[in-house]
């Protein structure tokens, strides 16, 4: 039998593990990227020696992130956060709650709040997740817990483990997910870029052919019936294809078949999560004992990422600093960025040798919201009213956030189009 031709549009995490993944399977496969650049939001730029990521990226443990680098051979190597943590309110550290012990002996709460805290906390993992869909995060945090301080603790860690302020919106299927899960993550030694490159690696040797400056301008279609027959390039040229993977955003889809309103309309009900970023390159750390800070008084975190990997030259210290943002919350301010630090690693100014802000990140294109039924609200892998052409990305099926959304939808389309590929089984939340 002839192997299906498949056309990958987008060289991000999603776009080259889709690759990979079918390459190994068998089907011919071309993946176009628009830029010069792999990587999409996972790159990494080395400015004087500092590996600074997009934003700080921490790669999930134990879920479709690990799975999927698993199967096709690549092991990212680093380290784990936890020590040196701490809660930053009022401009001041407060001890972080880790266990029964700093809890009970922490600033940060008053006894009635550590009390229900501590009660929500041991009954979080008989959490049915499925009526949650449609609740907002704020609803369900004030149904479970009146105290205003164990309010604030719970969405400080619901921000850290979903990238996300916005709590008015967002489903609390996914946060509550989210600290059921309690995901521990990696830092990348060397940043996402190693993991980008293993990736091209991988997707290369399984014989996938990378073209990169190449925009893809339309998914073509045949003549008779919807079904897709390959892609045009933005200078004009037709490359025939069986099946069309789009590994971009909902907009980008919604502008490769501009007639077709269904893919029109999933791009107008998608609400991003986005964030503003400070990086910083430190030729020392002033109070090295000091790793991490979370904001409970408003979206804030501050962390020492080359503590734990290798993102700095000898002695020096990388620090991602930054704000989620969210449609209602604060203006993003470098200014309080820089408060954070203050609060972190007082007199970090005179260690400055790289920094870099960015006002405004797109951390996910689709918030799962209560009001689009959470996680499987998200468009589903499979454009069921296009024969052929299918979705990758960090707003695409039932499972993960971030980049773990991207993996796993991902390995799902290797599933579809390649049959009987092994993949290990999966956890999609809400089932
Ligand atoms: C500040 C910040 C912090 C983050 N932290 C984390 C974290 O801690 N953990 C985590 O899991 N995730 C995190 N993320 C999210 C993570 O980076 C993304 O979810 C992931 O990189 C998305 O990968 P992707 O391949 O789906 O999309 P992208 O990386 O966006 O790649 C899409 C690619 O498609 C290309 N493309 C689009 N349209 C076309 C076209 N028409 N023709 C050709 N090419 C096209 C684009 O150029 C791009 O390269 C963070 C993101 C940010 C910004």
């Avoid at 628009?34 to 990226?57: I, P």
């Avoid at 501590?118 to 817990?145: C, F, M, S, Y």
């Avoid at 993960?400 to 991207?406: F, H, N, R, V, Y």
Wanted: aromatic share 4%; hydrophobic share 45%; with cysteine.
């Amino acid at each position: 039998m002839k192997a299906p031709r498949v056309a990958v549009i987008g060289g991000g995490l999603g776009g080259l593990s889709a690759a990979a993944l079918l390459a190994r399977g068998g089907c011919a496969v071309t993946l176009f990227e628009r830029s010069k650049h792999l990587g999409g939001r996972g790159q990494t730029s080395d400015v004087e020696g500092f590996r600074f990521n997009l934003g700080a990226h921490a790669l999930y443990q134990g879920g479709a992130g690990m799975r999927v680098l698993g199967e096709l051979g690549v092991k990212p190597a680093g380290g784990m956060p936890g020590a040196g943590s701490y809660l930053l309110s009022g401009g001041r550290l407060h001890t972080m709650p880790r266990g029964l012990v700093s809890l009970l002996t922490t600033d940060a709460l008053g006894l009635p709040g550590k009390l229900e805290l501590a009660k929500l906390l041991a009954g979080l993992g008989r959490v049915d997740l499925a009526p949650l869909a449609n609740i907002t995060t704020r609803d369900w945090v004030e149904q479970h817990l009146s105290n205003a301080d164990a309010r604030a603790f719970i969405l400080a860690l619901v921000r850290v483990m979903t990238y996300c302020a916005d709590v008015d919106a967002m489903s609390a299927q996914s946060a509550v997910a989210q600290l059921q899960a309690k995901p521990a993550v990696l830092y990348v030694d060397g940043g996402w870029s190693t993991l980008v490159s293993e990736l091209e690696t991988r997707a290369r040797d399984a014989g996938t052919r990378l073209e990169l400056s190449a925009r893809v301008s339309a998914v073509l279609l045949a003549d008779t019936g919807a079904r897709v027959r390959g892609v045009r390039l933005a200078d004009g040229t037709e490359h025939a294809a069986d099946a069309v993977v789009v590994a971009g955003g909902p907009g980008d889809i919604a502008a490769l078949l501009p007639a077709d309103a269904l893919l029109a309309h999933d791009a107008a009900r998608a609400v991003p999560v986005m964030a503003a970023t400070l990086e910083l390159g430190l030729s020392r750390l002033p109070r090295p004992d000091a790793l991490f800070a979370l904001g409970t008084d408003g979206p804030w975190y501050a962390s020492v990422h080359s503590a734990v990997a290798k993102l700095a030259p000898e002695g020096g210290a990388m620090v991602h600093v930054m704000q989620y943002l969210g449609g209602r919350g604060p203006e993003a301010s470098e200014a309080r960025l820089e408060e954070v630090m203050d609060a972190l690693q007082p007199g970090w100014r005179t260690s400055v040798v790289a920094r870099r802000y960015r006002p405004s990140l797109l951390v996910s294109h689709w918030l799962p919201t209560a009001e689009t039924g959470g996680l499987r609200g998200r468009p589903s892998v499979e454009v069921p009213h296009v024969p052929g052409l299918y979705r990758v990305g960090d707003w695409v099926g039932p499972e993960g956030l971030l980049a773990e959304a991207s993996f796993a939808s991902a390995e799902s389309v290797a599933r579809a189009l390649v049959p009987g590929q092994q993949v290990a089984s999966r956890r999609a939340v809400g089932r």
